[in-house]
Nanobody, 117 residues
Framework: QVQLVESGGGLVQPGGSLRLSCAAS????????MGWYRQAPGKQRDLVAR???????NYADYVKGRFTISRDNTKNTVYLQMNSLKPEDTAVYYC???????????WGQGTQVTVSS
């Protein structure tokens, strides 16, 4: 099994910044990508950003230029740096690990991000 623990959420004013962290532990064999997703009330959970073991990244269009995903392999941790935050970024942010063997995915418990003045 893989355990994912997110941290770093909170309340921030529009235009502000936050950095989310996702610490992975357990059987990390065959993990090939990590990602951040978000879910606002009444909406589906959507991909925000993803990074592969090789360092390739992809982002949702609505966060390009504002958010940056990175990883520290020595700490088994993935980060999401969020700048120029907008009220519409308010959501619960989840970390996901994708694995090449079953079970194929694991999720963290989520961390709330609220952007409000």
């Amino acid at each position: 099994q893989v355990q994912l623990v997110e941290s770093g959420g909170g309340l921030v004013q529009p235009g502000g910044s936050l950095r989310l962290s996702c610490a992975a532990s357990g059987n990390l064999f065959a993990i090939y990508a990590m990602g951040w997703y978000r879910q606002a009330p009444g909406k589906q959970r959507d991909l925000v950003a993803r990074i592969t073991n090789g360092g390739s990244t992809n982002y949702a269009d609505y966060v390009k230029g504002r958010f940056t995903i990175s990883r520290d392999n020595t700490k088994n941790t993935v980060y999401l740096q969020m700048n120029s935050l907008k009220p519409e970024d308010t959501a619960v942010y989840y970390c996901k690990a994708a694995r090449a063997v079953a079970p194929n995915e694991f999720w963290g418990q989520g961390t709330q991000v609220t952007v409000s003045s």
